[in-house]
């Protein structure tokens, strides 16, 4: 994801929580998104992990209290306040959930929460009997209600020894739910199908003709259109990818025949589709009902061109709609590529190219040229796929807006 955080000021709040080990590596990922992040620890935070070890990690002092004893210096939890672009508390305890939705402003943490003009995130974690207390649940409510965003915990094995929801969120994912808070929302109110991954096209009930679509490119696609706000359907072939965003609705499919029939049935209702599914071009004639077994003689497979779902779709394509392609070329790229274009009617097509060791099946970078009805070209250097995706989704937002 390009870097959304960059120059953001962000507060992390630390409570006193066996999750607290987890911040330290929170702090490590917003100060690498570019964030200027300051640590406020409560005193009991500081019994989990050290304000060094979170001082070194954020480059900023770490403050716990609203002054130092030893030299009187004040620490402003106003100043903090409005300094910050985004306030995080992770982890959040019960006892601090209690404070916060009281305003019980007894150390510096609560006071700086109550004086904050920006957007304040709060991960809860605790003990799942601890969650799941009407008490608990009463303040959760109070502080969505008072426009707080709650990082929800996940179920797991927890520091009691219980299995159950209390444990907090994985770094990664806090980082990225804040992330997603400030990309742009310029996709609201759009509903986009996306293809992804291969197909398998089966030969008898263990074997199947395939190819190397790990499905990183189409799933990078619908995850930056689903933060964007759109509506995702995502119909992809057997991968083993998740999908984290409930604006995506996935369907799971295994052969070219199953993706056509539901692209097909969900294409009308959409405003646009990007067929980025590595369909295969050929499918068995006749499947065998039972393994064939191997024996002394050459068998023979007779292959008939699978339906070409991308070529369907140009062909009902409204005015309105838009349709984006994609092409893995080995030679005559460009030539090719803008061939497949024009027969597909897509508005534009996205190359890709084998020729380069770190572009194409099962890695996580690409490098892209999109090349536009209208004879645009815009090459790309090698980026990571969700930073190509953010490429791709920009282009068509200009034919969207």
Not at 92 to 113: E, H, P, S
Not at 181 to 207: C, H, N, Q, S
């Amino acid at each position: 994801m390009p870097f959304i955080l960059n120059e953001k000021k962000i507060i992390v709040g630390v409570t006193g929580g066996i999750a607290a080990y987890k911040t330290a590596q929170i702090v490590r990922l917003l100060v690498k998104q570019g964030a200027e992040v300051k640590v406020i620890m409560t005193p009991s935070a500081q019994q989990f992990v050290t304000p060094l070890t979170l001082a070194t990690l954020s480059k900023n002092p770490v403050v716990t209290d609203f002054f130092d004893a030893t030299n009187g210096q004040w620490n402003s939890h106003v100043d903090l306040g409005l300094w910050a672009d985004a306030f995080l508390i992770a982890p959040t305890t019960a006892n601090t959930l209690g404070k916060l939705a009281t305003g019980t402003a007894d150390n510096l943490l609560i006071a700086t929460y109550l004086a904050a003009k920006c957007p304040v995130f709060i991960a809860p974690a605790m003990d799942l009997h601890m969650y799941t207390h009407p008490t608990t649940k009463q303040n959760l409510e109070t502080l969505k209600a008072h426009g707080n965003l709650i990082i929800d915990p996940v179920a797991g094995e927890l520091a009691s020894g219980l299995e159950g929801r209390g444990r907090m969120e994985e770094p990664e994912n806090i980082v990225r739910f804040i992330q997603d808070y400030f990309v742009p929302k310029d996709m609201l109110g759009k509903k986009i199908l996306i293809t992804a991954g291969p197909t398998y096209e089966k030969i008898d009930p263990v074997r199947y003709i395939g190819n190397y679509s790990s499905g990183k490119m189409g799933f990078a696609l619908a995850e930056t259109c689903a933060r964007k706000g759109a509506e995702v359907i995502l119909v992809c072939g057997p991968v083993y990818l998740k999908t984290p965003y409930k604006n995506i609705e996935r369907i799971n499919v295994d052969t070219a025949a199953d993706m056509h029939k539901v692209v097909m049935s969900r294409f009308e209702h959409v405003d646009g589709a990007i067929m980025c599914a590595a369909v295969s071009d050929f499918t068995p004639v006749v499947r065998a009902e039972q393994k064939i077994k191997r024996g002394k003689e050459n068998i023979f497979l007779e292959l008939t061109p699978s339906i070409d779902i991308a070529a369907e779709v140009g062909k009902v394509k409204k005015p309105e709609q838009f349709l984006v392609g994609f092409a893995l070329e080995t030679n005559h790229e460009e030539e090719n590529a803008i061939s497949k274009m024009e027969r597909k009617n897509f508005d534009f097509i996205v190359l890709n190219s084998l020729r380069d060791p770190y572009s194409g099946f099962g890695v996580d970078t690409n490098r892209v040229t999109i090349l536009h009805r209208s004879g645009m070209k815009k090459e790309y250097e090698l980026k990571d796929k969700v930073d190509v995706a953010d490429d791709i989704v920009q282009e068509i937002n200009t034919l969207l807006f």
